[in-house]
Structures are given as structure tokens and as C-alpha cells.
């Protein structure tokens, strides 16, 4: 061997060295999840720029890989391989040169989001409609508005303040604050402050809310004052409005009001009912407003709870844990049942389906909320029960 | 009627009996020793109206717990609702034979 053959040769070694160092060092190490895991018998495989069609389906019949599907926009293909064999596969794809990555098909699943409210163990309802699992898609907005049309709101409670935005006493009490309760439990359910290290957590989690007071310091209220709340609601943003009250009577008032709201794009929820009957209560019933009925810890339906094919979906309503105005400076909770409770649930659900894809159109938040129900088996008709994960596209 | 009241008061309808008592003197126009407490049954309603709803108003739609409170007066017999926190509703009168 001459001198010059030798160091042509040597000059060989060395550039063949270095790809090989150069290929080792691109190729990550193959990492997957055990808990995640992936899709069995297909990866992922990515060729450089430029790779000869003919190259490309040589190294797939090297490694018997077919093509069973290709990313066009991103130019991924997604290869069938033997079942057991994918990581494999995986590291010997990597080993190719016009390859420019490889993966396996990893199985994605949404992160649940556990808040570090400490009486969380303690709300059951959060748990049933899985709410952590939808809070690993979405918080919320502080730009969604929940308008709760009740006794109104302490809005200095320690689970609350800062969330309420905009406040307005249409009753004939002396103040817009909740001397009664059931508007701050009510709120709290909604979107109390969440994963503040506090309390509870509220199911609309960031979304915000707006005090209309329209039920007096007893819990009732005129047709008038839930009309008039209604339209003040929607003419200042409510993306959403709650409505845990109701009554026997129709009227004519409510209804216009309440198709004034659905006409300005707010999603309208009121409670169903207490009466253990199929009577029909109102707004409830209207076309444009979704009424809901209450389930318990079983998913049964609560023994109090109206029914009937006017009862759009069900929400916990049995024994919930929310806020409860404060005695002095200290912030008080407290466990209330009926669906005044389950209405909420329902609302602070619109607030986070609003920030979703889904979240286009009122229609759209109604119609995604009732579509993913998780049905159940209960002796009267109240809907399936609302599943805020399926909502939000967390499963 | 001072063991009943005694109950009330470990029971905390003594301040559903007193203000109940206040309004039916005031209603009577009579004195309110002339009142006697007849019973106290804690009771729960489906919601605010206390099992007396208007028909032309809304309510909380809330379980409500409070206490049904029997008040007589002469041969009469007066039943007010209370939820045990704000003033009882005078929810009608009873003749003690009926």
C-alpha cells in the first residue's frame, strides 16, 4: 500500500468516524413513558429533505416498516411495524442517515390540574364531574362573566373577593350584599377563587363574576326584579348567567328578558326545581335556558329533584360545600343541597367551554355541555349528568 | 309553655317563637301573655317560600330547614313558618276544633 492510498484510506476511517459520532449524537435516546405509553405496532418517522423516494422505501423494507399513513404539511409518516418491536424499530430508523427523526406513537392524555383549595376532598361534585381533568385543559378566563342573579354576594369573602366585577340591587333590600347566603354559595360553586390555598374551589376557576341581586334578603324575588336582572346582565357582558331560583307561574316578562339574553349571546342556566315532581318551573323551562336537575354522591337523582324531558342535564345538587357570608371578618362555609346548588355547576361550566374551541356562539357552549353528558340510570328523567371534562375535550 | 321554650332555646327556635308571638300580638292586637305556644316542629321545605309560595314570585331553590310554629289565642290556633333566622311567615289560621 502506498503512502498516498494509506492516507486516503486513514482519511476514510476518520470521516466515517466522525458521521458516526455525528449520527450518534443527533439521535436522542429513545424516551418513553411507561405510564403514557404509545400506540402498538406503529412509529413515527420524519426523512431528511431530499431522501430518494427509492432510499426512503428502502430503508422501510430494511426494517419492514409499511406506510400506513403520511402528514403531508409536515412530511411525517406514520409507519406500521411489527407489535413489541416498536422501540426497536425506533432505534434503528435513527440509525439511518436520510432519517431525520423517529418516534413511537405516543398515546397523549390530558393532565388533570389538582388546585390547592384544602376543603377540595370535600367537595364531591368537583371530583364527580371531574373537574380536576378539565382544569388540566382549562382554567378559565378572568374575560368570562358569570352573572349570578340571586340574594346577592359578599364579595369581601376570602374565597370570593376579587371576583366580582359589577354589582346592582334590583330588590327593595338595603344593600347589594347577601344577607341570606344563598347568592354567595351559590357564587362559590361558579367560581369562587380557586387554588388559592383557600376554602373551595369553584368550578369556572378564573372566570369572574357579576353580583345582580334580584331575590330579596328572604329568597324571593318579583317577576320585575329577575327581568330586570336578566337584562342588566346581558347588556354588561355575561357570557353566562345563573339563575337558582324559580317558581310555579309563567311570565311573559321572564321569558321576553330571558330571550333578550340569549338574543345578546349569553348562555342562560337556571335551576329546576325542588318539588320531587315533573312539574314544570320557571325560567327553568324556557326554550333558551338549560335546566337542571340535581344528582347525588350515586349519581341518582336527588329525591327532591323535579324531573321530565324539560330537564335538560343534571348536576350535583346534594350536600355542597361553598361559601357562605362571613360573620364578622371571618369567612364562613357551609353545605346546602337542592338545585339551586346543581345550577352552578352548570354555570362555571359554560365559563370554561367558553374558553374552548367550542366556545364560538352560546348555542355552541349549550349545545357542547349537552353533548357530553355522561348518561345515567335514574327512576325519573333529569338528563345526563354534566362531565366538564368531556366538555372541554380533556377525554 | 316554659318547657317547650326551654327546648326551643337548645334547639334554637326560641327566636322563631319570640318574633312569631311579637307579630301575631301585633296582627290580634292583643297582649302578647294572652298568646300561648302550642308547638314547635322543625320541618324542611323544597325551597324559600317556606311551603307558602306566591304565585307570582320566584324563589330560592334551596332545601330550606326552620320550624313550623303553633300559636293560640282564645279558641284559635295560628301557624307561622320561620327558616329560625328571619321573621316568621304567618302562614294562616286554624279553628282549635277544626
Request: net charge positive; proline share 4%; glycine share 10%.
Amino acid at each position: 500500500m502506498t503512502k498516498q492510498v494509506r492516507i486516503v484510506a486513514v482519511c476514510l476511517v476518520f470521516v466515517l468516524l466522525l458521521a458516526l459520532a455525528g449520527t450518534a449524537g443527533m439521535a436522542p435516546q429513545v424516551e418513553v413513558n411507561s405510564q403514557s405509553g404509545f400506540a402498538p405496532g406503529q412509529i413515527l418517522v420524519q426523512f431528511r429533505p431530499g431522501t430518494a423516494a427509492s432510499d426512503v422505501a428502502l430503508v422501510h423494507s430494511h426494517n419492514r416498516g409499511q406506510v400506513l399513513q403520511v402528514l403531508e404539511r409536515i412530511g411525517v409518516q406514520v409507519v406500521r411495524v411489527p407489535k413489541g418491536e416498536e422501540l426497536r424499530a425506533v432505534a434503528r430508523y435513527r440509525s439511518n442517515p436520510n432519517v431525520a427523526f423517529a418516534e413511537v406513537d405516543g398515546i397523549v392524555s390530558a393532565l388533570s390540574f389538582t388546585p390547592n383549595d384544602p376543603m377540595l376532598p370535600d367537595q364531591w361534585g368537583l371530583a364527580r364531574v371531574e373537574a380536576p381533568l378539565a382544569w388540566g385543559v382549562t382554567q378559565g378566563s378572568s374575560t368570562i362573566r358569570i352573572a349570578v342573579l340571586d340574594t346577592g354576594i359578599d364579595a369581601g369573602h376570602g374565597d370570593i373577593s376579587p371576583k366580582v366585577v359589577a354589582a346592582r340591587n334590583f330588590t327593595t333590600s338595603s344593600t347589594v350584599s347577601d344577607r341570606n347566603g344563598h347568592g354567595t354559595h351559590v357564587a362559590g360553586i361558579a367560581a369562587a377563587v380557586t387554588n388559592n390555598a383557600r376554602g373551595v374551589a369553584g368550578l369556572g376557576f378564573n372566570s369572574v363574576l357579576m353580583n345582580g341581586k334580584v331575590l330579596g334578603d328572604d329568597g324571593s324575588g318579583t317577576w320585575s326584579w329577575v327581568a330586570n336582572g336578566i337584562i342588566w346582565a346581558a347588556d354588561n357582558g355575561a357570557q353566562v348567567i345563573n339563575m337558582s331560583l324559580g317558581g310555579t307561574s309563567h311570565s311573559a316578562t321572564i321569558e321576553n328578558a330571558v330571550n333578550y339574553a340569549w338574543g345578546r349571546g349569553s348562555v342562560l342556566v337556571a335551576a329546576a326545581g325542588n318539588s320531587n315532581s315533573s312539574s314544570l318551573t320557571y325560567p327553568a323551562a324556557y326554550a333558551n335556558v338549560i335546566a337542571v336537575g340535581a344528582t347525588d354522591r350515586n349519581d341518582a337523582r336527588a329525591s327532591f329533584s323535579n324531573f321530565g324531558a324539560w330537564v335538560d342535564v343534571a348536576a350535583p345538587g346534594v350536600d355542597i360545600l361553598s361559601t357562605f357570608p362571613r360573620s364578622g371578618r371571618n369567612d364562613r362555609y357551609r353545605w346546602m343541597s337542592g338545585t339551586s346548588m346543581s345550577a352552578p355547576f352548570v354555570a362555571g361550566l359554560a365559563g370554561l367551554v367558553w374558553t374552548t374551541g367550542w366556545g364560538t356562539s352560546n348555542t355552541a357552549v349549550r349545545d357542547r355541555i349537552q353533548a357530553t353528558v355522561d348518561p345515567i340510570v335514574t327512576d325519573q328523567p333529569i338528563g345526563g349528568r354534566i362531565n366538564a371534562a368531556r366538555a372541554v375535550g380533556a377525554k | 309553655m316554659t318547657g317547650i321554650l326551654d327546648a326551643c332555646n337548645k334547639t334554637g327556635s326560641a327566636r322563631a317563637v319570640r318574633l312569631a308571638t311579637a307579630d301575631l300580638a301585633r296582627r290580634l292586637k292583643v297582649n302578647k301573655r294572652e298568646i300561648v305556644l302550642h308547638s314547635v316542629v322543625p320541618t324542611a321545605w323544597p325551597d324559600a317560600s317556606l311551603g307558602c309560595p306566591e304565585p307570582e314570585r320566584v324563589y330560592a331553590q334551596v332545601l330550606t330547614t326552620g320550624y313550623v310554629v303553633l300559636l293560640s289565642c282564645g279558641q284559635d290556633v295560628f301557624e307561622y313558618r320561620s327558616d329560625g333566622r328571619r321573621k316568621p311567615v304567618f302562614a294562616g289560621c286554624r279553628n282549635r276544633e277544626g
